[in-house]
Structures are given as C-alpha cells and as structure tokens.
C-alpha cells in the first residue's frame, strides 16, 4: 500500500454500502503569518502545511503555489521541520519549482503538449474571442480582439480549449476503462484544483484535472483507472490497489512521474519540453 498525496475522496454518506462514513477531514492548516520555512542553500522556502489525520509519514508535493507538505496531525512541529529538512535532494531537484512564478507567454507557432504528442498553438487577431483546439489537426488556435492584454486572454483561450478536449477525452476513458475495472461514475468533472489530479466522491462522481491533457497518455489513464477504482474501493487499501494492478499493471511508474514531473504540469504549457514519459516495467 502507498500513500496518495493528490488524490481527495469525499466519503460522507456511502449510498453503496448504506453505512455512514467520517466526514473528510483534510484541512489545510495555513499559519499565518509566518507559513513554516525550509531554508535551502541559504533561501527561505515558505510551505504550506496540512495536517492530515490519515497519513503516517510527512510527504511533499508541488502546486502551482508552491511547496505543499502533508503530515500526520500529532506529530510534533519540530518533528515536521526536522523531516521536511531530510529531503534535501528532492528539494534540490525541485528547486525552481519551490518559488512563485510567471507562467511563460504563449505564442504563436509554439509546440504545446498534448498526450503523447503536441499540437501547435496558432495566435490571431479578431474581433471576438475564441478558441479551437482540434488534436486530431494538431491545432489549437486562438482568436483575440486587438485591443486586449494579449498574453492573459491568449491563456485563458488556451485553458478553456484544453478543458474542452479533457471533458471529450476524460468520457472517453472513463468508459472504456470503467468496463475493465467494473465500475461507471455518476458523473465526471472536468476541474483545475489547486492541489489534485483527481477525485472520487462516495455518491460516485469522478472529477479530473485538465491538465492530466499535457501528461503522457498512460499518466493520465492510471488517474482515471485509479479515480474508477474508486468507486469500487473508496479507500487506499491493499484491495484498492489490487483492482487498480489488475487493469494497469505498470502503474507505479506512472504515480512516481506524477511525483516527480507535477510541477512541470502546473507551470504548462508554456513550461518547455514534457519530462520523458514513464518506462513500461520500470522499478519504482
Ligand atoms: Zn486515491
């Protein structure tokens, strides 16, 4: 069994099994001010602290905010501090993700990614707003009025056509892999959470980030296998993870590049080139 940092089930009431569960009880716990700091080389580096009842250990995370670490409720401030400081070489590596930054303009002919591949950005002027994003063409093309903060409206054209291919792509696989692992949503959410990739709630709806888009395809499946799962096991138990190797055995490399390369997926596009896609049988 492997802890999850960036999955959020919703228990409450389970209208499968009839029995009431605990509320959710992950809540952030931002101290303000100060947040609580790493200093790295010199730097203070603030993070946000959340005090989770169910995990065991102190895990960290990148969000589009920064540096997000998870620890057990009664584990002691210092304790937290002390093994925060430990992951001095995953903080290293993920140094230029630990701070607040400006999301690189999206221009015209950029190569911006798509699931396995990219399609190319075309950028032009009209006098109306929109946005076309055709993967099957390899484009997406924007329109913007002349007149307005070009580089904002252009992301926000760009946004609103990926969220628009996530919620064809995400039906498409919530069907096809809902018949491997035996399961159907009540409904699938297309979102952009601050902190997640997917979600399960008890009364089976099933919400994804739009950004799964610019993940290796295999990434983004295990979270819809792994969201589906779910709905048949509404908790990270053995048997959870069983069903989930049932339908991708590989899965594991595809949770440890969501570790790895997740901050990449906050900062795209615009953010360069994708990491390289996880190894089939590669040891995690
Ligand atoms: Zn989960």
């Given at each position: 069994?492997?802890?999850?940092?960036w999955?959020?089930?919703k228990?409450?009431?389970n209208?499968?099994?009839?029995?009431?569960r605990?509320?959710?009880?992950v809540?952030?716990?931002?101290?303000?001010p100060?947040?609580?700091?790493?200093?790295?080389?010199g730097?203070a580096?603030?993070?946000?602290?959340?005090?989770?009842?169910?995990?065991r250990?102190?895990r960290?995370?990148?969000?589009?905010?920064?540096?997000?670490?998870?620890?057990?409720?009664?584990l002691?401030?210092t304790e937290?501090?002390?093994?925060?400081?430990?992951?001095?070489r995953?903080?290293?590596?993920?140094?230029?993700?630990?701070?607040p930054?400006t999301p690189a303009?999206?221009?015209d002919?950029?190569?911006?990614?798509?699931l396995?591949?990219?399609?190319?950005?075309?950028?032009?002027?009209?006098?109306r707003a929109?946005v076309?994003?055709?993967?099957?063409?390899?484009?997406?093309?924007?329109?913007?009025?002349?007149?307005h903060?070009?580089?904002?409206?252009?992301?926000?054209?760009?946004?609103r056509?990926y969220r628009?291919?996530?919620?064809?792509?995400?039906?498409?696989?919530c069907?096809h892999?809902g018949?491997?692992?035996?399961?159907?949503?009540?409904?699938?959410?297309?979102?952009?959470?601050?902190?997640?990739?997917g979600?399960?709630?008890?009364?089976g709806?099933?919400?994804l980030?739009?950004?799964?888009?610019?993940?290796p395809?295999?990434v983004?499946e295990?979270?819809?296998?792994?969201?589906?799962?779910h709905?048949?096991?509404?908790?990270?138990s053995?048997?959870?993870?069983?069903?989930?190797?049932?339908?991708l055995?590989d899965?594991?490399?595809?949770?440890?590049?969501?570790?790895?390369?997740g901050?990449?997926?906050?900062?795209?596009?615009?953010?360069?080139h994708?990491?390289?896609p996880p190894l089939?049988?590669?040891p995690?």
């Amino acid at each position: 069994m492997r802890p999850v940092d960036w999955c959020f089930m919703k228990r409450g009431h389970n209208s499968r099994t009839g029995a009431a569960r605990s509320p959710p009880s992950v809540r952030p716990v931002r101290h303000d001010p100060p947040m609580p700091e790493v200093v790295l080389d010199g730097r203070a580096v603030p993070y946000l602290l959340v005090r989770n009842p169910r995990s065991r250990h102190v895990r960290m995370s990148l969000t589009p905010d920064g540096l997000r670490v998870s620890a057990p409720t009664r584990l002691p401030q210092t304790e937290v501090e002390r093994a925060v400081a430990s992951k001095e070489r995953w903080l290293r590596r993920h140094a230029d993700m630990l701070v607040p930054f400006t999301p690189a303009a999206l221009t015209d002919g950029m190569a911006l990614p798509f699931l396995d591949g990219t399609v190319e950005l075309g950028v032009r002027t009209a006098g109306r707003a929109s946005v076309s994003f055709r993967p099957e063409d390899g484009r997406i093309t924007v329109a913007v009025p002349p007149s307005h903060d070009v580089g904002a409206e252009v992301r926000t054209l760009v946004e609103r056509g990926y969220r628009a291919v996530a919620r064809e792509w995400c039906t498409w696989a919530c069907d096809h892999f809902g018949a491997q692992v035996g399961a159907t949503p009540a409904s699938i959410a297309v979102r952009d959470p601050r902190t997640r990739w997917g979600s399960c709630s008890a009364r089976g709806a099933v919400s994804l980030s739009w950004r799964l888009m610019m993940a290796p395809a295999r990434v983004a499946e295990y979270v819809v296998v792994h969201e589906l799962a779910h709905l048949v096991h509404l908790d990270h138990s053995a048997d959870f993870w069983g069903l989930v190797a049932r339908v991708l055995p590989d899965h594991r490399a595809d949770s440890a590049w969501l570790r790895e390369h997740g901050g990449w997926l906050w900062r795209s596009p615009g953010a360069g080139h994708r990491p390289a896609p996880p190894l089939s049988g590669a040891p995690t």
